[in-house]
């Protein structure tokens, strides 16, 4: 019952905000604008601070999140679907949970097209470098 809950929440917020785009539109120039903002700001003859593209990237995602999840909470009370929710018979975790992924979907969307933007932006690591590189020497051949 949890789970099917959950998932019907979730399918309910896709269909609405396929039918709308409302707030992944909006949640995407928020998080672009942001991040423009930094890169105008912070960027000096083409360089930008080190290591500053990670918190880029964070503040990005937790203001756009932030500004999603009030837009979805306003479009329920708008439409008084919110008191819909509470009153039908289901675990009240279960709305929240479907509500949390609906966010969690939208946020990922958000995040593929920002951290390609914030690579290009900042001159971000491709690719962390981890475990030992073989050497250049080869072994001696006989």
């Known amino acids: 019952m949890f789970l099917k809950t959950a998932l ?4 309910k917020d896709f269909a609405i ?7 992944l539109s909006t949640t995407l120039f928020f998080a ?3 991040v423009l903002v930094f890169a105008f700001a912070l960027v000096k003859e083409g360089q930008a601070p080190p290591d500053s593209a990670a918190a880029i990237l964070w503040i990005a995602l937790l203001f756009s999140g932030t500004l999603a999840l009030g837009r979805t909470f306003e479009r329920e009370r708008y439409g008084e679907t919110i008191r819909a929710l509470l009153m039908a018979p289901a ?6 949970v479907g509500k949390l992924l609906g966010i969690l979907c939208l946020l990922g969307l958000t995040e593929i097209l920002l951290v390609p933007l914030i690579a290009l ?3 971000a690591p491709r690719a962390a470098r981890s475990g030992s590189r073989p050497s250049a020497r080869s072994s001696p051949r006989c």
């Open 8 to 11: 019907l929440v979730l399918r």
């Open 32 to 34: 672009v604008g942001c």
């Open 17 to 23: 905000e396929i039918k709308s785009y409302e707030i």
């Open 91 to 96: 675990p009240r975790p279960a709305l929240y």
């Open 121 to 123: 932006l900042f001159n």
